[in-house]
């Protein structure tokens, strides 16, 4: 286990720069790595970086005409096994990715780059379709009705136990019109609140530094509060667990900028004081690509 110095130390730096310097799961510096490209709506949304042609009228002498995409790194960490892009990206870029998501200018560039995502747009609007895996996950863990908090829980139609809930609350970037019963809260009004139970589901894939989100979402849990986080296991990662060449098949990299495995789970909440109480992976295959998510239950150490 590092040092409380040197986690101080690695989480600082993988702040600062660019890409990440550390694993952004277990803050090792132990990788391999391997080229890979941005796809073109995220380059574009987040960074305003768009692909181009590149011709003869370029008149470059040492570079091939053809497209250009945005380069970056597929990189894994060798301690946890966390699968990552090494692009981190700031908290202006992550607004402009995800602010209104998947509102209407969201969705006109994406079926630019990507046609055919209107109708899977409106299939993930219906909601999930395994609320049931995800409440009989928490029910042995809480007491009903609950007080919660879905931490980037869009507009809460993913919410479990929303209809029983005491407190609905929201905490969300996108700031679109949450469901009926639900309400956004900003930072301030979180202090003044006591929570039963904060979700956070499907986030820790997207968000560029995961030790730094879980430090902050810890500080609004006291100890009666269980944090449910819910993740993918990537497909990918299932695929190729025993391939020790994994990044030289990961080559383009979407939304999705970290792939876990169950070892880098445990890692990041050893780091941010967060003491597993439950934690499964469960194969969801009533839904037309079938995927497995990672549901752990933990509270503060």
Sequence with gaps: MMSPELIAQRRAINRQERTARFCPFCLSDQHAKSPAVLMPFVSHR???????????????????NGYAYSLCNSVQCKACGALFLDIRFSDSEMANLYNDYRGEDYIH?????????????????????YMDVVENFLRPHVTLPVRVLDWGGDTGRN??????????????????????GASFVDLAEMEHQ??????????????????????????????RTLLYIEIPFETFMIKNCNNVHIIDQKKHWHEHI???????IIKICEIVGLN???IICSPITDIPDDVNIFQIACKRV
């Design 46 to 64: 987040a960074l305003g970086w768009r692909p181009v042609q590149i011709d003869d009228s370029w008149g470059l002498k040492t570079i091939h």
């Design 109 to 129: 560039l994406r079926e630019h780059y990507e046609p055919g995502y209107s109708a899977r747009d409106r299939q993930i609007k219906a909601g999930i379709t």
């Design 159 to 180: 919410t479990p136990f929303s209809a029983a809930a005491k407190t609905f609350h929201i905490y969300d970037i996108s700031r679109v019109p949450p469901v009926d």
């Design 194 to 223: 006591d929570y039963d139970l904060i979700v956070c589901s499907n986030v820790l894939e997207h968000v560029p530094h995961p030790i730094e989100f879980l430090h902050l979402i810890r500080q609004y849990m006291d100890d």
């Design 258 to 264: 970290n792939f876990v495995t169950r070892n880098s």
């Design 276 to 278: 597993i109480i439950d």
